[in-house]
């Protein structure tokens, strides 16, 4: 069966500091894999997206994500963070032979300055 | 800008009291979903149409029902609100499905008193 696995249900942080969200994936056949971002009462929009090819993914807002096949991961960096990243972030896949999105539990990321 | 609309954003219903949450898209996307996000939970898809193709997950409770007349709208209908059924409804587009990026509306948040 397919599942998302995000261990961080928070993450505090300071301003300009660096910040990883993990993400972890299972799944028998290959998958897409996505990060969303979602800011208080409002809907999720998408950060970036591993679809093949570089396994180092380039989104919006200066976040980044490296897909790791060995390790089942997908885990979403940012070198320096901005109070106005403080967001629940959401790790999703969707097997390349399915159409169900599957969501991983989210993590809160608290940047404080 | 082409987006998805949801209405209303807030709702407050009694108990048992039917509600209806409407979606619209200026994406001309095939597939619609609804989600429903509890309170610090990931979101859950209760079902979505692939054109006027319905499908519903296998755990979405009968209480919810959905209809899509057109391309463009597509309609959430809960018969019997419960006090469980309090939360964020978020409709999501895609042009198709597998590896297709879903556009989030803003949500409708549900309160049931």
């Known amino acids: 069966a397919q599942s998302v696995t995000q261990l961080d249900s928070q993450v505090p942080v300071f301003e300009e500091a660096p910040v990883e969200l993990r993400c972890n994936y299972s799944?028998?056949?290959?998958?897409?894999l996505f990060w969303y971002v979602q800011y208080p009462n409002q809907g999720l929009q998408l950060l970036l997206k591993y679809l093949s090819g570089s396994t180092l993914v380039k989104g919006i807002n200066g976040f980044e994500a490296e897909f790791n096949k060995s390790q089942t991961s997908f885990h979403l960096r940012k070198p320096s963070v901005h109070i106005s990243d403080t967001a629940e972030y959401f790790c999703?896949?969707?097997?390349?032979?399915?159409?169900?999105?599957?969501f991983g539990t989210g993590t809160r990321l608290l940047v404080s300055p | 800008d082409a987006m998805v609309i949801q209405n209303p954003r807030y709702q407050v219903t009694q108990f048992g009291k039917p509600v209806t949450l409407s979606c619209s898209q200026t994406?001309?996307?095939?597939?619609m979903y609804w989600y429903q996000q509890k309170s610090s939970q990931a979101p859950k898809l209760l079902f979505h149409y692939y054109d006027k193709d319905f499908n519903n997950e296998a755990d979405t409770p009968d209480n919810f029902q959905s209809r899509r007349p057109n391309t463009s709208f597509c309609f959430l209908d809960i018969r019997s609100p419960g006090l469980g059924d309090a939360a964020m409804y978020l409709c999501a587009t895609s042009l198709s499905a597998g590896a297709n990026v879903l556009t989030f509306g803003a949500g409708s948040r549900l309160t049931v008193l």
């Open positions: 999703a896949s969707v097997n390349t032979g399915f159409q169900k999105l599957v």
């Open positions: 799944s028998s056949v290959s998958v897409y």
């Open positions: 994406l001309n996307h095939n597939v």
